[in-house]
């Protein structure tokens, strides 16, 4: 059974950092393309930044490019998000998401919540 399992959300000062978590079982994840998407209050779901299953090729957003990191660890089956310079306009869920085969997995979300 897929499961994504998100963690690491907080609220956090702007300017500040959060690393999150988007731990997978039931399938290995160094054989998908993993992608990190997020939700913010009244807005559409956006994507993140997708990393390959080669681990090599990692692809963000425009406003994401420079602050955010995309990672595996292909021996914990997790992957990463390093955020870094955040903003108040970051506040979102954060959604792990994983193609395998024909269908896409979801995770539940973790809350990132940027504010003084």
């Known amino acids: 059974q897929v499961q994504l399992v998100e963690s690491g959300g907080a609220l956090v000062q702007p300017g500040g950092s959060l690393r999150l978590s988007c731990a997978a079982s039931g399938f290995t994840i160094s054989r998908c393309a993993m992608s990190w998407y997020r939700r913010a209050p009244g807005k559409e779901r956006e994507l993140v930044a997708t990393?390959?299953?080669?681990?090599?090729?990692?692809n963000y957003a425009e406003s994401m490019k420079g602050r955010f990191t995309i990672s595996r660890d292909n021996a914990k089956n997790t992957v990463y998000l390093q955020m870094n310079s955040l903003k108040p306009e970051d506040t979102a869920v954060y959604y792990c998401m994983a193609v395998v085969g024909l269908y896409d997995y979801w995770g539940q979300g973790t809350q990132v919540t940027v504010s003084s």
């Open positions: 990393i390959r299953d080669t681990g090599r090729t990692t």
